[in-house]
Antibody, heavy 118, light 113 residues
Framework: QLQLQESGPGLVKPSETLSLTCTVS??????????WGWIRQPPGKGLEWIGS???????YYNPSLKSRVTISVDTSKNQFSLKLSSVTAADTAVYYC??????????WGQGTLVTVSS | DIVMTQTPLSLSVTPGQPASISCKSSQSLLHSDGKTYLYWYLQKPGQSPQLLIYEVSSRFSGVPDRFSGSGSGTDFTLKISRVEAEDVGVYYCMQGIHLPMYTFGQGTKLEIK
């Protein structure tokens, strides 16, 4: 059974860089059938796609966040990562990593709350 | 950018009764490959979203057949034939015509009367 697990600091200071890692188990991140991505959800609000990456390293970012986002993949560790720079309180959210296959975004991590505060 | 609009934003349903949620997109979700990239998700309280329906009307593995999706072009509907207590949560539609980029509707909260 495929599992995704987010990890990283739960508290980030304003203007600093948010860094999260998603570890994939039960399947290979190098499969040509899937994209791997990040989605976030501010407390009490809806879902916002941040960006996606293919195992080859090709990336796709939400235009509204593109200038601050970097997503990378480490196939040797079966992980992919998110960096979001110059964070503000508006970036406080639960961050999910997820897999997109032929049937849509079919597997999600449990999510991790990141709070931006001094 | 494609905007996804859901109605209603909340509904309260008696167990055993049907429920329906509408989702409208600002652009057609029909791709040149013939597929329509519209998905439905349920986010139960305290959980990650889970995929219910893909490509308008196909149920994802393990999804009960009381859930069904329909529609075309820009207008889509999720129907629950007989609501059960475990169906509570927030339902989201999502467009994926520009995969791997996607956008979500604002969500519809389903409560049990």
């Amino acid at each position: 059974q495929l599992q995704l697990q987010e990890s990283g600091p739960g508290l980030v200071k304003p203007s600093e860089t948010l860094s999260l890692t998603c570890t994939v188990s039960g399947g290979s991140i190098s499969s040509s059938s899937y994209y791997w991505g990040w989605i976030r959800q501010p407390p009490g609000k809806g879902l916002e796609w941040i960006g996606s990456i293919y195992y080859s390293g090709s990336t796709y970012y939400n235009p509204s966040l593109k200038s601050r986002v970097t997503i990378s993949v480490d196939t040797s560790k079966n992980q992919f990562s998110l960096k979001l720079s110059s964070v503000t309180a508006a970036d406080t959210a639960v961050y999910y990593c997820a897999r997109r296959g032929d049937e849509g975004v079919d597997y999600w991590g449990q999510g991790t709350l990141v709070t931006v505060s001094s | 950018d494609i905007v996804m609009t859901q109605t209603p934003l909340s509904l309260s349903v008696t167990p055993g009764q049907p429920a329906s949620i509408s989702c409208k997109s600002s652009q057609s979700l029909l791709h040149s490959d013939g597929k329509t990239y519209l998905y439905w998700y349920l986010q139960k309280p305290g959980q990650s979203p889970q995929l219910l329906i893909y490509e308008v009307s196909s149920r994802f593995s393990g999804v009960p057949d009381r859930f069904s999706g329909s529609g075309s072009g820009t207008d889509f509907t999720l129907k629950i034939s007989r609501v059960e207590a475990e169906d509570v949560g927030v339902y989201y539609c999502m467009q994926g015509i520009h995969l791997p980029m996607y956008t979500f509707g604002q969500g519809t909260k389903l409560e049990i009367k």
